[in-house]
């Protein structure tokens, strides 16, 4: 059985206690994303499961699993309700729900005046994580992604953790290149499964390419903050995470603890994702 903390949040009692645990009002931006000895349990448990269990076999079992669709249809605004209760044991920064931190980054973007479709790419950027809702352990939906089949960058969070994972033992997966080729792109990559690549295939057919690249690669923190694996990229790539980099200000400075009023938006984000989205999707 995994311990607790790897586990979704079932109540909003659990989402409290994580608060009281969590939260650290008064951040400066050099003070968020801190990841070492003063770190969250549950956090530091998270990237172990994660760092253990992210192996090229279970990305491409899950890409196999998830990427043809067929768990269901719903409307973007019902996924979104469905993470209310879901706070994201990764991130040593929020105790929000889900819901409430897509609402503070759709809304930072939309306060310095972005295009609507930037807007709608931060209110659903998260919505992947409802693999949570499928049954799947956090560790295989969120934190930060890095690829997987090649050698593992100093740049990842805590890596010391991947001493266990088992394509250590694989020695074509071991240098720098691994199995994949220089400059090949990041769509030929397989990167660590979770939430961003999910909601990518999800959505791809409905919003314009930057909106995408933010999606998929949120959580690629290795290589847009920290400048790692640009050999894998391709020069489309490179030009493309501009936008990536520009979506992770808001998505990482917006947090606080001040809690949108889901309801007062509603309306507004009903008409938005409306532009883009038919009144049913396929997940």
Not at 216 to 236: I, T
Request: charged residues 25%.
């Amino acid at each position: 059985m995994e311990p607790l903390e790897a586990r979704p949040l079932e109540t909003l009692d659990q989402w409290d206690d994580f608060v009281k645990e969590r939260y650290q009002p008064g951040k400066t931006r050099a003070e968020f994303r801190q990841y070492d000895d003063s770190t969250p349990p549950a956090v530091r448990e998270f990237y172990r499961l994660n760092h253990t269990h992210q192996t090229v076999d279970f990305v491409r079992r899950m890409k196999a699993e998830y990427l043809p669709k067929q768990k269901g249809t719903m409307g973007i605004w019902e996924a979104m309700q469905r993470l209310e209760t879901l706070v994201d044991d990764s991130d040593p920064d929020t105790s929000l729900s889900q819901m409430e931190h897509n609402l503070q980054t759709a809304e930072a973007i939309r306060a310095d005046g972005h295009p609507r479709w930037f807007v709608l790419a931060g209110f659903i950027h998260d919505l992947g994580k409802v693999l949570c809702l499928y049954g799947e352990p956090q560790w295989a939906v969120v934190g930060d992604t890095f690829p997987v089949g090649c050698a593992y960058s100093d740049k990842i969070v805590f890596p010391e953790f991947f001493r266990e994972n088992p394509d250590l033992g694989v020695p074509e997966y071991q240098t720098r290149l691994g199995i994949y080729q220089p400059g090949c792109g990041l769509d030929n990559v397989d990167l660590s499964w979770g939430h961003d690549e999910y909601l990518y295939h999800v959505v791809k057919d409905y919003l314009p390419e930057p909106a995408l690249y933010m999606i998929r690669y949120h959580s690629f923190y290795p290589a847009h903050r920290e400048g790692a694996y640009g050999y894998l990229m391709s020069d489309h790539d490179r030009e493309m995470f501009d936008w990536v980099r520009r979506f992770s200000a808001y998505d990482l400075y917006s947090k606080s603890s001040a809690r949108p009023d889901a309801t007062s938006l509603r309306t507004y984000y009903e008409n938005l994702v409306a532009e883009y989205f038919p009144a049913v999707i396929s997940w």
